[in-house]
């Protein structure tokens, strides 16, 4: 049998952004002044999500993780690379494709109050992509958004009310319940719960592996609580200053990360059961994406740093079975 392909599948994805120049800075480049900066937020990144899979993408901020989420989401569009949706790449969709597409991966942003309009009421909120995209029929919205939020733990009673009149938690349901509304496969959730108090965490991420039992989704999960990621996650990729340098399944990469970046980082986490300990922070700061160093891009916080770091990039290859990272170390 041919085997199936990847939910979504990523290659050598990059992001890059830049600020057109204006007609005065447009004359002086032309006299020999540098142009505008350029931003590589997402540089080269070779990633695949599995169907049914909950893949956590993990990294400091200012990583590029989010703007990975929104390329993905198709929120942003990407700057060079191949990205494929169930084995299509997106070059050669068809307008029936791209919508489809577009419909079956929805994404849940970190902030639940700006991301919902203010001047709409739930029922509006999520009732109006289903009937504009003819999943629903005008007549059965009402019905469709009183369903939509049973299943997410809202009385539909609140239906008539503004996003204001809400907590926190809520209004993540609310939001979690507008991504469900066109019938999605694969939702990228950029730190859905960063935002929420530690016990309505809890709710909404029970919530979320109820919704992936019930309804067979696909998560790409983008968090810096290891915790989260540890808790909901089936594999994990860790990201660095735009490039993903080590990917495992969670269990193991927690129980033996292969990267001194994925090692600095799961030893400042606290953890039940280490006893009093002082936590010792990364020396140094994250690097500006305007200039990142050369070689490899943690050479300049890393405590194993060799002359060849400084100098060549490291690929990500295989170091156990389904485990891959990013790291001249292990070279040897």
């Known amino acids: ?38 931003v590589r937020a997402v540089d080269g ?6 169907h049914g899979e909950a893949l956590g993408l993990v990294g400091e901020s200012g990583c590029g993780k989010s703007t ?81 939020m049973r299943e997410v733990g809202l009385d539909p009673d609140y239906a008539r009310r503004f996003p204001h009149q ?45 919704l992936r039992e019930r309804r067979g989704l696909t998560y790409l999960f983008i968090s810096h609580d290891l915790g989260v990621i540890e808790h909901l996650t089936d594999r994990v990729a860790i990201m660095y200053l ?6 495992g399944p969670t269990r193991e990469i927690f129980a033996g990360p292969a990267h001194p ?16 300990r002082v936590y010792a922070p990364l020396k140094g700061e994250l690097p500006s994406p305007l200039a990142p160093p050369p070689g490899c891009r943690f050479h300049t916080r890393c405590p194993y740093v060799m002359p060849v770091c400084k100098i060549e990039a490291p690929e990500l290859k295989q170091i156990a079975a389904g485990r891959i990272a990013a790291c001249h170390l292990n070279d040897k």
């Open 1 to 38: 049998m041919t085997p199936r392909p990847p939910h979504v599948a990523l290659e050598r994805v990059s992001k890059v952004f830049t600020r057109k120049p204006d007609f005065a800075e447009r004359i002086a480049i032309s006299l020999g002044w540098p142009e505008p900066p350029i």
């Open 166 to 210: 809400f907590s926190g938690g809520q209004r993540q349901r609310i939001g979690i319940a507008r991504a469900l509304a066109v019938q999605p496969k694969f939702l990228v959730c950029d730190e859905a719960v960063a935002a929420l108090d530690v016990s309505i965490q809890a709710q909404v991420l029970n919530l979320f592996m109820d």
């Open 242 to 247: 735009g490039r993903i340098v080590e990917v």
């Open 68 to 148: 990975l989420g929104r390329i993905v989401a198709g929120v942003h569009a990407k700057s060079g690379g191949r990205f494929e949706f169930e084995g299509r790449e997106e070059a050669d969709w068809s307008t029936a494709e791209a919508k489809r597409a577009r419909l079956d991966i929805q994404m849940i942003f970190q902030d639940p109050m700006s991301s919902l309009n203010p001047r709409k009421r739930i029922a509006d909120i999520i009732g109006e992509a289903p009937v504009v995209h003819g999943l629903v029929q005008a007549r059965d919205r009402e019905d469709a958004v009183a369903a939509l």
């Open 45 to 50: 990144v070779s990633l695949a999500v599995d």
């Open 261 to 276: 970046y994925t090692q600095a980082l799961l030893e400042e986490a606290p953890r039940i059961g280490r006893g009093r």
